[in-house]
């Protein structure tokens, strides 16, 4: 329990820390143009909420937008690289042929991959999609291939010695063993996503945080600018860290399972 | 992939009845390694050689051989192995470690397949029709850690398709019967070895087997558990009586816990003798009779081993 509070405590700590930093440069360059304070973006963010954007829009459909557009093609690519990461551990014909391609759409700079899906694709929904797909599902899918090559056989051999169906396997074995994957490739997916969803708003699509935060750019205001980008990192730290951490400690609890919590 | 490979190509046995002698038999084929898989089936039509009616476990001449690395070369493992397990009894195949004996365990079990010679397993007198029920106790407990003690019986359960409403009943017995009654819903990790390895002999005592396949079972145990735990698995199949075969490269403990021992040599597997272990129980560890048998075996199986070096 205390040393609970002692990571809690230097968290807190650290973040304090890099805003009492980001202050004091604040006021020693003195110039508002180029480095505001931390308060002063604070309050902006405040009055960007309640400020229609440029074409007269909610400030809540530009973040909505984002979430929607992250979402949709963040889940996806989970689905469509899980599919495949468990093909190619599952079946020696789907890993043979897909080993080769994986590091091939691995070492496409993901920049390069929004620019070619806005010039396929126009300034749509579906570029967005496309760019998110083309970067991640092969992350997820290797994340997922290495999680089939670390499962226990011995657990195996033990189900089909007591004649374990299909189902069975899959759901109490192969579930379970890979669940550690899912969530590193959960998290890593989901980090990649909004970074790209983020850039392809910035280029080429209308609307949402990345439009916000580039029509602010092409103002030149450093201020406006910093405020999108603060929100769009609190909100990703609050879906990270609220969220998916919340979600991984429930699914692991038998690992640092008490008697009390067995008992409950 | 190696890992997943041979997991999911399990050689899985058929099964199949064999109407004139009310038992099964498995179909052997031969695998190669994991990629290529050729089914030859080589079921010798041998009858039993000492088996009568009551027994469980038949192996007629079984061999298996595996592909020496790189040589091209096959490497025996098991060579012309014949034994019987007379239903209800116990049965220990003791030998040196890496003498194939495990291997022998999991053709049994159906987990790997061998070349030639046949294998028959016969349910228990009045369980007609059924297929007979195999259970698994391992050298390490091998459970579903991320299952409550309760749900890792219920796991096997499901897979032999007992029914539901039996499921409470048969995991508080067998849970009484290794002295872990209350445990139900904890996780393994918060139990000792021991106490896994107790575990996992419920969770084999649950789908009520014809058959108890066990491969050294309390060789990763301290000595005062594993000690222990023979005196409580002689009292647990004292009233569960299912027929064993037992792994072990301890001498002491086969003469303990056996009514027969059939004494292995390495490289390849071959069976050179079986002895009748005619001892009353319940039995004592150190009981003259039993030190004396010992002995006498340990010194039956130098003679050998050397001989083979």
């Known amino acids: 329990m205390a040393s609970k509070l002692n990571t809690i405590g230097l968290r807190v700590g650290s973040i304090v820390a890099l805003l009492l930093l980001w202050w004091a440069a604040s006021k020693l360059m003195n110039d508002a143009e180029v480095l505001p304070g931390p308060l002063a973006i604070a309050s902006t ?67 390069l991959m929004v620019f070619v899906a806005i010039m396929w694709f126009g300034y749509s929904e579906a570029g967005a999609l496309v760019a998110v797909m083309a970067v991640v599902t092969p992350l997820v899918a290797v994340n997922m291939y290495e999680g089939t090559r670390a499962m226990d056989k011995s657990l195996i051999d033990m189900a089909v010695t007591f004649k374990a169906g299909r189902y069975l396997l899959l759901r109490n074995v192969y579930i379970p063993q890979l669940m550690p994957y899912i969530f590193s490739a959960f998290r890593y997916a989901f980090g990649q996503t909004w970074k790209i969803v983020a850039l392809a708003e910035t280029f080429g699509l209308k609307f949402g945080i990345g439009y916000m935060f580039f029509f602010w750019f092409q103002q030149f205001d450093i201020t406006q600018t910093l405020a999108w980008i603060m929100m769009f990192v609190f909100l990703m730290l609050v879906l990270e860290h609220g969220v998916f951490a919340r979600l991984e400690s429930r699914a692991f609890a038998w690992r640092s399972s008490s008697l009390a919590r067995g008992r409950a | ?180 009654a209350g445990q139900e819903r904890n996780y393994p990790l918060n139990l000792s070895g021991g106490m896994q390895q107790r575990v996992a002999i419920a969770r084999a005592l649950a789908i009520e087997p014809d058959i108890l396949l066990m491969d050294e079972p309390f060789s990763h145990l301290d000595a005062i558990t594993a000690r222990k735990m023979r005196f ?78």
């Open chain 2, 1 to 180: 992939m190696a890992a997943v490979e041979a997991g999911l190509r399990q050689p899985r046995h058929r099964l199949h009845r064999d109407n004139n002698r009310q038992a099964w038999k498995m179909s052997a084929y031969r695998v190669h390694n994991v990629q290529r898989i050729d089914t030859i089936p080589v079921i010798s039509g041998a009858p039993m050689s000492h088996g009568g009616t009551g027994s469980a476990i038949t192996i007629d001449n079984l061999t298996k051989t595996f592909p020496a690395p790189g040589s091209g070369k096959e490497f025996v493992v098991i060579q012309d192995v014949s034994l019987t397990v007379d239903e209800g009894k116990f049965v220990s195949l003791v030998g040196p470690s890496g003498c194939g004996k495990s291997t022998l365990l999991n053709v049994i079990a159906g987990i790997e397949s061998y070349d030639s010679g046949s294998v028959t397993i016969h349910p228990k007198a009045g369980r007609t029709g059924a297929e007979p029920r195999i259970a698994y106790v391992f050298q390490s407990p091998r459970l579903l850690n991320w299952l409550t003690v309760e749900n890792n019986i219920h796991f096997v359960l499901e897979a032999q398709k007992v029914p539901r409403q039996r499921w409470r009943e048969l995991v508080a017995k067998k849970l009484e019967m290794v002295g872990l």
């Open chain 1, 45 to 111: 963010i405040l009055k960007d909420l309640h400020t229609p954007g440029p074409e007269g829009e909610s400030p809540y459909f530009d973040i909505g937008i984002t979430l929607a557009r992250i979402f949709v093609t963040f889940f996806a690519s989970m689905i469509a690289g899980t599919g495949i990461g468990l093909a190619m551990g599952l079946n020696r014909l789907c890993e043979r042929s897909l080993l080769a391609l994986i590091p091939l759409m691995l070492t496409m700079p993901t920049i």
């Open chain 2, 232 to 309: 409580d698995l002689m009292e647990i199949l004292a009233s569960a009586k299912p027929t064993i075969l037992f792994v072990t490269h301890d001498l002491a403990e086969a003469v303990f816990l056996s009514d027969n021992i059939y004494m292995m040599s390495t490289k390849p597997a071959r069976i050179f003798k079986r002895v009748a272990i005619d001892i009353a129980r319940p039995r004592k560890p150190e009981d003259e009779t039993i030190l004396d048998l010992e002995k006498t075996l340990v010194r039956d199986f130098f003679s050998v081993v050397e001989a083979n070096d």
